[in-house]
């Protein structure tokens, strides 16, 4: 009997230990900290900060509630210059140099140190308008408006065209993912084609596919999926006052102007305000880690430095974020992790992950279970060859 428990307890370490390897790896969004560091011999953390906005009832996207508690462009611009500050001047003491040079430090220089990337999420029907072959045809999409570098953080497979790039001029550009695009176009060889939301047109310049996990189907829902720079997602603001809850937090500057700007309805670009109105939903950054912990130190003290306070938003470190260790700090207290992410407006591929943790947590279950069988054999073995031995003396 202990042979087989033993036998038992190895397959199930191995089993365990192949799953939890396969959950992390499915989970493309959370490995950038890896992928960019590569072979620098720098070790880096990606780090997602979650904030709040002001939801509205239609599936708009959340507008910019309050300077305590909301993030829009104007605030990561801030951000960005202070994080910039603090890598560049440890990059300068580990490197022995004095001074500062764009060119070799910092986010813009030919050798990048860092990367970010800023994103939220509205629902919205895409239209793909009559021809003389094709009826027109419609869709409802999670449209998810990027700036930074998105695709970096994010490697999505792209099927056809490219992703979305902040250095182009024209914003009325579209990527599509293969579900919509085979639903509109029954192709994702489509680049070049038109689609319109709430009537303003769209080129489409790539298709992309997400995981095909379950983990990832169960996270998604039923909509599909399609990205726009962040910008656009201003003409797809509902136009109801956003000004009514900021007297109750406390914050009622900027009031007039917030009203001013969402004001005007909805698919007019002469009525559209301000993009600086849309809350950031979610930013992300890639930043060097040479010691423990002072990745998501830097990114706290430019968010404070920026006049944002480390209590109002939600933090989570990506990587290595299925390590048992890990693991268990989110877990317990329990319930307190998932109490605190219940009041954050979470993308799908943060879902996700949070689903993987769940079920990495299963395995990992099972993967002590099986230790710990393993070891109550390799005891009852030692015990038996101990008493033949006495036995036989």
């Known amino acids: ?9 190895v397959g199930v370490c191995i089993l365990s230990g192949i799953r ?27 780090i997602s900060c979650f904030a709040k906005g002001q939801p509205q009832g239609n599936g708009s996207p959340d507008l910019y509630l309050s300077s305590a508690i909301s ?22 003491k580990n490197s022995g140099k004095s001074g500062s040079s764009s060119d070799d430090t910092g986010s ?5 140190l860092w990367i970010d990337a800023y994103s939220a999420e509205a629902d ?25 570098d998105y695709y970096l953080i994010h490697p999505l497979q792209v099927l056809h065209g490219a992703f979305l790039s902040d250095d182009s001029l024209d914003t009325q550009k579209i990527v599509l993912d293969k579900e919509l695009a085979f639903k509109l176009f029954g192709s994702y060889d489509i680049v070049g084609s038109h689609v319109t939301i709430n009537q303003r ?33 201003v003409y797809l603001s509902s136009g109801s006052a956003a000004s009514s ?52 130190q830097n990114l706290v003290s430019a968010m404070e430095t920026a006049g944002k306070s480390e209590k109002y938003y939600l933090f989570v470190d990506n990587t290595d974020r299925f390590s048992f260790l890990r693991l268990y700090d989110t877990l317990f207290p329990i319930g307190d992790t998932a109490a605190e992410r219940m009041q954050y407006k979470l993308p799908f591929w943060e879902l996700s ?9 299963f395995w990992w279950v099972l993967f002590l279970a099986g230790a710990g069988t393993v070891i109550t054999s390799l005891l009852a073995v030692y015990a038996a060859f101990g008493k033949r031995k006495a036995e036989g003396q």
């Open 201 to 233: 047109s769209y080129t489409v310049i790539g298709v992309v596919e997400h995981g095909g996990t379950k983990i990832d189907r169960k996270t998604s829902g039923d909509l599909l999926h399609a990205y726009v720079p962040f910008d656009e997602l």
């Open 124 to 148: 919205c029907t895409v239209i793909r308008e009559a021809t003389d072959l094709k009826a027109a045809d419609s869709a409802q999409v999670t449209l998810t408006g990027v700036s930074g």
């Open 353 to 361: 992950a949070e689903t993987a943790e769940s079920v990495s947590i």
């Open 108 to 112: 813009g220089g030919d050798t990048r």
């Open 20 to 46: 939890v390897r396969q959950i992390s790896d499915s989970q493309k969004a959370q490995i950038a900290g890896e992928l960019w560091a590569g072979e620098s011999g720098i070790r880096y953390r990606q």
């Open 71 to 92: 993030l829009n462009k104007e605030d990561i611009a801030n951000i960005r210059t202070n994080i910039d500050a603090v890598v560049r001047a440890a990059s300068e």
């Open 245 to 296: 809850d900021l007297a109750a937090i406390g914050d009622t500057s900027g009031t007039a102007d917030l009203a001013k700007d969402t004001a005007g309805g909805t698919g007019d670009a002469g009525n559209a305000g301000d993009s600086s109105v849309l809350a950031v939903s979610c930013y992300e950054v890639v930043l060097p880690n040479r010691i423990e912990g002072i990745a998501m």
């Open 1 to 9: 009997m202990p042979y087989v428990l033993l036998a038992a307890g």
